[in-house]
């Protein structure tokens, strides 16, 4: 429960947030008609905000972050005594946290050998971008430069991985961007753009990855970047046939695959990595959310020997490493939360409930599709689930982005937070977002359940 009461000064603390907080993704007209939510504490599944008011956490911290819960005192007493004892080196520099979790890390991903350390899923990105744009220069005279990346996944908020952003919504307004990024087909099947189902449609929408390279000119093409499961553009899982074919067509053309797995990693899909679900090999893998569940900033670009060797060819060249810093990948307290957190995981067997939890709630969302109409379709994997609003199945016509959002604050009033993706997409979807951490039970499952249940009712009859 919670243990503290609220500051005698809430109010002021409150209006200092009004007047001085820019806050992310909120209107400001928000700010001039109603309150800023303040969340004051957590502990579990569970926040309080300003007025005391408790929420069950449906989406672990707003975007799939805190994956072990809020309070963990073990966390907080690893990062304490880290600090005290050493805050922080340059990453030129080795850490004893931080060669201690690259060793946990590495030992979850057969296959991969180098952890570099830096700290938001944005950067950890540009750092894969950069080790593709060096190796193009170094091995192919700057030719094997492109990026591919698809539509509908999110990789970050910077101009370099805006560039590779698949979400048109979120790029309005801040072009031109970076050159040398190149957008293939989503993989959706409920928003089909193939006469085809199921395995069939999985191979064709990556032989569209294929024909996208051959336009190109292979030659051209250093990098694939994806989500396993893309997250933010509408929970989108692949269809079967698709990863195995992926990896078939990067292999043929000599193209470095980098999953994004700042959303799915760490336990988020009932894997250690959602890329594991579909036995592919991938070149980078970069992480950030649930590498240390927020209690720390921390993010990695994981790679396999193989892309480490290719900076190490020529030893007499002064300029032949990889020429990059992040002044923050050297904090300590990142990795020395990342390795409780990794512990706690595996001590509660954390994986296997979210499996189990996973399965639950998506059957709870199934049955919920059944009494209404305006879920289109439920997807997802493990506890990473969203429920796609259309106003007429037939046709698959969106609900109103304010209808969606109107499901949203219900849920919320009623002490449960949800969230929505895939905001003002003329002709595609609103989804419904569903992160629990990975230690919900199914009295937990129930309670997020059964308000959207009520908000569905309420907002659309
Ligand atoms: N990649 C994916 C798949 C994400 O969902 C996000 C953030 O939501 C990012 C990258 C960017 O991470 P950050 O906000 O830590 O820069």
Same mark, same amino acid.
């Given at each position: 429960?919670?243990?503290?009461?609220?500051?005698?000064?809430?109010?002021?603390?409150?209006?200092?947030?009004?007047?001085?907080?820019?806050?992310?993704?909120?209107?400001?007209?928000?700010?001039?008609?109603?309150?800023?939510?303040?969340?004051?504490?957590?502990?579990?599944?569970?926040?309080?905000?300003?007025?005391?008011?408790?929420?069950?956490?449906?989406?672990?911290?707003?975007?799939?972050?805190?994956?072990?819960?809020?309070?963990? #005192?073990? =966390?907080?007493?690893?990062?304490? *005594?880290?600090?005290?004892? /050493?805050?922080?080196?340059?990453?030129? $520099? @080795?850490?004893?946290?931080?060669?201690?979790?690259?060793?946990?890390?590495?030992?979850?991903?057969?296959?991969?050998?180098?952890?570099?350390?830096?700290?938001?899923?944005?950067?950890?990105?540009?750092?894969?971008?950069?080790?593709?744009?060096?190796?193009?220069?170094?091995?192919?005279?700057?030719?094997?430069?492109?990026?591919?990346?698809?539509?509908?996944?999110?990789?970050?908020?910077?101009?370099?991985?805006?560039?590779?952003?698949?979400?048109?919504?979120?790029?309005?307004?801040?072009?031109?961007?970076?050159?040398?990024?190149?957008?293939?087909?989503?993989?959706?099947?409920?928003?089909?753009?193939?006469?085809?189902?199921?395995?069939?449609?999985?191979?064709?929408?990556?032989?569209?990855?294929? #024909?996208? =390279?051959?336009?190109?000119?292979? *030659?051209?093409?250093?990098? /694939?970047?994806?989500?396993?499961?893309? $997250? @933010?553009?509408?929970?989108?899982?692949?269809?079967?046939?698709?990863?195995?074919?992926?990896?078939?067509?990067?292999?043929?053309?000599?193209?470095?695959?980098?999953?994004?797995?700042?959303?799915?990693?760490?336990?988020?899909?009932?894997?250690?990595?959602?890329?594991?679900?579909?036995?592919?090999?991938?070149?980078?893998?970069?992480?950030?959310?649930?590498?240390?569940?927020?209690?720390?900033?921390?993010?990695?670009?994981?790679?396999?020997?193989?892309?480490?060797?290719?900076?190490?060819?020529?030893?007499?060249?002064?300029?032949?490493?990889?020429?990059?810093?992040?002044?923050?990948?050297?904090?300590?307290?990142?990795?020395?939360?990342?390795?409780?957190?990794?512990?706690?995981?595996?001590?509660?067997?954390?994986?296997?409930?979210?499996?189990?939890?996973?399965?639950?709630?998506?059957?709870?969302?199934?049955?919920?599709?059944?009494?209404?109409?305006?879920?289109?379709?439920?997807?997802?994997?493990?506890?990473?689930?969203?429920?796609?609003?259309?106003?007429?199945?037939?046709?698959?016509?969106?609900?109103?982005?304010?209808?969606?959002?109107?499901?949203?604050?219900?849920?919320?009033?009623?002490?449960?937070?949800?969230?929505?993706?895939?905001?003002?997409?003329?002709?595609?979807?609103?989804?419904?977002?569903?992160?629990?951490?990975?230690?919900?039970?199914?009295?937990?499952?129930?309670?997020?359940?059964?308000?959207?249940?009520?908000?569905?009712?309420?907002?659309?009859?």
């Amino acid at each position: 429960m919670m243990d503290g009461t609220l500051p005698n000064d809430i109010a002021k603390i409150v209006e200092a947030d009004r007047a001085h907080v820019w806050h992310h993704l909120m209107q400001h007209k928000t700010f001039e008609t109603g309150e800023p939510r303040i969340i004051v504490e957590g502990r579990g599944m569970r926040v309080w905000d300003q007025h005391g008011k408790e929420h069950i956490d449906g989406v672990s911290g707003g975007v799939w972050t805190v994956n072990v819960g809020y309070g963990r #005192e073990r =966390i907080a007493n690893a990062v304490r *005594d880290q600090l005290i004892k /050493l805050n922080y080196f340059a990453g030129s $520099a @080795g850490s004893i946290p931080g060669a201690l979790f690259s060793e946990k890390l590495i030992s979850k991903m057969p296959g991969m050998s180098r952890v570099y350390y830096t700290n938001s899923g944005s950067e950890a990105n540009e750092k894969a971008f950069k080790m593709v744009r060096q190796i193009a220069h170094k091995r192919y005279g700057g030719k094997k430069y492109k990026i591919l990346y698809r539509d509908r996944d999110y990789h970050g908020s910077t101009l370099g991985t805006m560039s590779c952003g698949g979400q048109d919504e979120r790029n309005a307004q801040y072009g031109p961007f970076a050159p040398g990024f190149v957008r293939v087909p989503h993989c959706l099947e409920y928003r089909a753009q193939w006469d085809l189902t199921g395995e069939d449609y999985g191979i064709r929408a990556a032989d569209a990855i294929e #024909e996208v =390279i051959l336009a190109e000119g292979p *030659d051209t093409v250093g990098a /694939l970047c994806l989500e396993p499961v893309t $997250a @933010g553009g509408g929970v989108i899982t692949p269809p079967p046939g698709y990863w195995p074919r992926v990896q078939e067509i990067c292999r043929k053309y000599d193209i470095l695959l980098h999953i994004d797995e700042v959303v799915c990693g760490i336990g988020r899909t009932g894997t250690w990595f959602g890329y594991q679900h579909y036995g592919v090999e991938p070149d980078f893998v970069t992480m950030a959310k649930g590498v240390a569940s927020g209690y720390a900033a921390i993010a990695c670009c994981v790679t396999n020997e193989k892309v480490f060797d290719m900076f190490k060819e020529d030893m007499t060249d002064p300029l032949d490493y990889f020429r990059d810093i992040s002044t923050f990948g050297g904090c300590t307290a990142g990795p020395a939360a990342a390795l409780e957190n990794m512990a706690i995981i595996e001590e509660e067997d954390l994986l296997a409930n979210t499996v189990a939890m996973g399965d639950y709630m998506i059957d709870q969302l199934r049955a919920l599709q059944d009494k209404h109409a305006v879920i289109g379709q439920v997807r997802g994997k493990g506890l990473f689930l969203g429920a796609e609003l259309v106003a007429d199945r037939s046709t698959k016509e969106p609900v109103p982005e304010k209808q969606a959002q109107a499901v949203v604050a219900d849920c919320m009033a009623q002490g449960v937070v949800i969230g929505v993706t895939n905001r003002s997409i003329p002709g595609f979807n609103n989804t419904l977002c569903y992160s629990p951490a990975l230690i919900a039970t199914k009295s937990d499952i129930d309670q997020i359940v059964e308000a959207t249940d009520k908000a569905l009712t309420k907002v659309f009859g």
